[in-house]
């Protein structure tokens, strides 16, 4: 019985640092007793002003100043780079410096690659700061993982969202021993505004499950350790 309580992790990551994700998720988060990720950027004008398909109108993203308080509830801050910019179209000194100047900010161990983008140059000047990096990849992961600078996920929108298929994804995780990364931009009962946006109701459903299967809920910091 001891084994079956000892398998498999869930980790629940939140990129962009939306004010909404601050206002709704750290509460939920805190009533499950769950620690999640953030994924933060150091200037949000550039998702503020977003004119990207996945956004339907302007979205606020809180200063990165304000999230750091949260680790003290077991929550993880993740360096997401300074602008939010495709890291595989710069180089040189302006790929360094989007990558170690939040890594001084947050004081970061993680990375998370803005809009996945990344190769084997990103990942070798990532690797100078950090401990781990999560991509956009799909699939699941070992603990630890074989590559830890190209971390996989499941990357949630209203489009591939239901409460089922996450509940399925994490009890496949449990009974395969293995870590399964779930990716959130916005939780927010309107899901008009954004692609990227999974309902509060839905997602406290899919928590109430992950509260119930005997599986652990940790941050990446805590699995890379």
Excluded: C
Aim: net charge positive; glycine share 4%.
């Amino acid at each position: 019985m001891k084994n079956l309580l000892d398998r498999g992790v869930v980790t629940l990551v939140f990129d962009d640092g939306y004010q909404k994700v601050y206002d709704t998720v750290l509460p939920i988060l805190k009533k499950h007793n769950m620690p999640g990720v953030f994924a933060i950027p150091l200037d949000g004008t550039k998702l503020e002003q977003s004119k990207h398909r996945f956004v339907k109108r302007q979205q606020v993203v809180r200063p990165w100043k304000d999230w750091i308080h949260i680790t003290s509830d077991g929550h993880e801050v993740a360096a997401h780079s300074v602008t939010h910019t495709n890291l595989t179209k710069i180089e040189g000194g302006q790929l360094e410096q989007e990558l170690a100047i939040p890594k001084e900010s947050l004081e970061a161990t993680t990375f998370v690659y803005p809009g996945g983008g990344h190769n084997d140059k990103v990942v070798e000047v990532t690797s100078k700061h950090y401990k781990a990096a999560r991509t956009v990849i799909r699939g699941f992961e070992t603990v630890p993982p074989k590559e830890p600078y190209r971390l996989r996920t499941f990357n949630y929108s209203r489009n591939n969202f239901s409460v089922w298929k996450a509940n399925l994804f994490a009890l496949w995780a449990w009974i395969t021993n293995k870590w399964l990364i779930e990716t959130y931009h916005m939780i927010d009962e309107d899901d008009s505004q954004m692609v990227h946006t999974v309902k509060p109701s839905e997602f406290k459903k899919h928590l109430s499950f992950l509260s119930w299967l005997p599986i652990k809920v940790k941050t990446i910091k805590q699995v890379t350790k």
